[in-house]
């Protein structure tokens, strides 16, 4: 089992930034990669950005594209999202999950095996 913990959102102007960490505790070794995802309020959520457990693999979602930037420490064993040039279309619920399976990095949440609880990013415009 593996758990997962995110930490970092809050309230932020348009054109600020922000971090949000994923903090990842028990049978970390079983994770092969760890993505971000974003659910709005009457939305479906939606992929933001992956990265492989060598973290020398990364994908993004176009909306994020060269704003954010995905990356991993892994002897802290915490996947990081910094977000810059944040929008008010960028506020949501954001949440880190962990994919088991290694035929490739998933981009959809439903190939993903575990979720941390989420936390929220609110952007003021």
């Known amino acids: 089992q593996v758990q997962l913990v995110e930490s970092g959102g809050g309230l932020v102007q348009a054109g600020g930034s922000l971090r949000v960490s994923c903090a990842a505790s028990?049978?970390?070794?079983?994770?092969?990669?760890t993505g971000w995802f974003r659910q709005a309020p009457g939305k479906e959520r939606e992929f933001v950005a992956a990265?492989?457990?060598?973290?020398?693999?990364?994908y993004y979602a176009d909306s994020v594209k060269g704003r954010f930037t995905i990356s991993r420490d892994n002897a802290k064993n915490t996947v990081y999202l910094q977000m810059n040039s944040l929008k008010p279309e960028d506020t949501a619920v954001y949440y880190c999950?962990?994919?088991?399976?290694?035929?490739?990095?998933?981009?959809?949440?439903?190939?993903?095996?575990?979720w941390g609880q989420g936390t929220q990013v609110t952007v003021s415009s």
């Open positions: 990265i492989d457990w060598s973290g020398g693999n990364t």
């Open positions: 999950a962990g994919q088991v399976t290694r035929r490739g990095v998933r981009l959809d949440p439903g190939e993903y095996d575990y």
């Open positions: 028990g049978r970390t070794s079983s994770t092969y990669a």
